[in-house]
């Protein structure tokens, strides 16, 4: 998957799952050139994901949401992801 199409399908994995009000990815795999994750095709993302799911939530049951969201994407196509959970109010 090219990385126009991981991105692509992270937010709309995340849209689906989570029905943010603001959703930002990034690919952010440039930075790791020559990193284990770059050469075995997985990329390094960061997404902001403002979401009243998470209200009521911890940090830790947060991520896991957005983990979750992105099932089996984290295997086959994150190598590495940097996550803010945010409810609208935060």
């Known amino acids: 998957m090219n990385k126009d199409a991981r991105v ?7 849209e689906t799952a ?3 009000e603001a959703l930002d990815v990034i690919d952010d795999s440039a930075r790791h050139a020559g990193h284990a994750g ?3 095709g997985r990329g390094h993302f960061k997404v902001r994901v403002v979401s009243g799911v998470f209200a009521g939530q ?3 049951a947060r991520h896991r949401a ?8 984290m ?5 590495a992801l940097q996550i803010e959970a945010k409810t609208p109010q935060e």
């Not at 399908?9 to 995340?14: P, Y």
């Not at 295997?75 to 190598?79: A, C, G, L, P």
């Open 75 to 79: 295997q086959t196509d994150i190598h």
């Open 18 to 20: 989570l029905q943010p």
């Open 38 to 40: 770059a050469r075995d």
């Open 8 to 14: 692509d399908a992270i937010r709309s994995a995340l």
């Open 58 to 60: 911890g940090l830790l």
């Open 66 to 73: 957005v983990y979750d969201a992105l099932g089996t994407l």
